[in-house]
Nanobody
């Protein structure tokens, strides 16, 4: 019913930039918060950045000042601009969205399939 499709991961040198995008498709009547999480090998998944439908943002301390999250006007696509990348940013990045499906009475948590970001030092 609902899919989150990510794009934009890859390999970059330390100090470089990457932009991740995630598009929500399907029978959607509304999306509140959207965000990006990441998981490095042997570590727990952690929040990187999130944005509400009203545009309020929240960032992990480790990425503040380097990463910027944004949403398109239709509120169905979220992007993460990552600058000044460090080797410790290497992880699998997942898109997340809290979605109300058409005809549903509650909100559901959806995840993308993930995209690898590798930063070489």
């Amino acid at each position: 019913q609902v899919q989150l499709v990510e794009s934009g991961g890859g390999l970059v040198q330390a100090g470089g930039s990457l932009r991740l995008s995630c598009a929500a498709t399907g029978s959607i009547s509304g999306i509140t918060a959207m965000g990006w999480y990441r998981q490095a090998p042997g570590q727990q998944r952690e929040l990187v950045a999130a944005i509400t439908s009203g545009g309020n943002t929240n960032y992990a301390d480790s990425v503040k000042g380097r990463f910027t999250i944004s949403r398109d006007n239709a509120k169905t696509t979220v992007s993460l601009q990552m600058n000044s990348l460090k080797s410790e940013d290497t992880a699998f990045y997942y898109c997340n969205a809290l979605v109300k499906v058409v005809g549903a009475l509650r909100w559901y948590d959806y995840w993308g399939q993930g995209t690898q970001v590798t930063v070489s030092s």
